[in-house]
């Protein structure tokens, strides 16, 4: 079975500051993706960035980055220099390569941006 | 190039009413997702669909709810008998799934269900 664990629950940060999530998986699976979306107070889930297993290379995307490390089973999620519309519910998640392709999701990180 | 739509936004029902919410994918995307949401929790995976085929249900999925998606574009997702328990954050997601790539899947605004 699959299984995401996000274990910070509300992380808070000072405007201009970088916050880091956490995020480990489990799955049997040798081939499956990665991802982080975001849910702002609005409820909406936003899709943010998408990684496949057998890619390990970490990039940069605008403010974001992220580090992919297969070997210790972590896919975490840096926000650079952080800003107010940054608050919301940040999520993991990891989908296999094949069937339904279904979404197991963490529970989230709590992300509060104080201005 | 509209995104996920889910109607309606906000269902307030009494213990034992029929609710049914709607949602219409991005329209090239042949796969379609139900989640459920409650408060603190990341969503769960309730059911899926490609095109109009119901490929896999979840065990999350009791018999007083039924999904279907006629003609392979929008999909409704009815609860007979509203329990409390019911509560939650109903979300729809889309993606295309190609021979040789997964789709990422887009999500709607949700439906948000208060049973009383």
């Known amino acids: 079975a699959q299984k995401v664990t996000q274990a910070q629950t509300e992380i808070s940060v000072v405007e201009k500051e970088d916050v880091t999530l956490d995020c480990v998986y489990e799955t049997r699976d040798t081939t499956y993706y990665l991802f982080w979306y975001k849910q702002p107070p609005s409820g909406e889930l936003v899709f943010l960035i998408r990684r496949n297993s057998f890619d390990e290379q970490n990039e940069i995307s605008g403010r974001y980055s992220w580090n992919f490390q297969k070997s210790t089973s972590s896919f975490n999620f840096t926000i650079t220099a952080s800003q107010v519309v940054d608050s919301a519910v940040y999520f993991c998640?990891?989908?296999?390569?094949?069937?339904?392709?279904?979404?197991?999701f963490g529970k989230g990180n709590q992300v509060v941006v104080i201005p | 190039d509209t995104g996920v739509s889910q109607n309606p936004r906000h269902k307030i029902t009494k213990r034992g009413q029929n609710v049914t919410f709607r949602c219409d994918p991005i329209s090239e995307h042949n796969r379609l997702y139900w989640y459920r949401q409650t408060l603190g929790q990341g969503p769960e995976f309730l059911t899926y669909?490609?095109?109009?085929?119901?490929?896999?249900k979840s065990r999350l999925l009791s018999d007083r709810f039924s999904a279907e998606r006629p003609k392979g574009s929008f999909s409704t997702l009815e609860i007979q008998r509203t329990e409390q328990g019911d509560s939650a954050m109903y979300l729809c997601?889309?993606?295309?799934?190609?021979?040789?790539?997964?789709?990422?899947?887009?999500f709607g605004p949700g439906t948000r269900l208060l049973v009383l």
């Open positions: 997601a889309s993606s295309f799934l190609a021979a040789s790539t997964v789709g990422t899947q887009y």
């Open positions: 669909f490609q095109n109009e085929a119901q490929l896999e």
């Open positions: 998640a990891l989908s296999d390569d094949y069937g339904n392709n279904r979404l197991a």
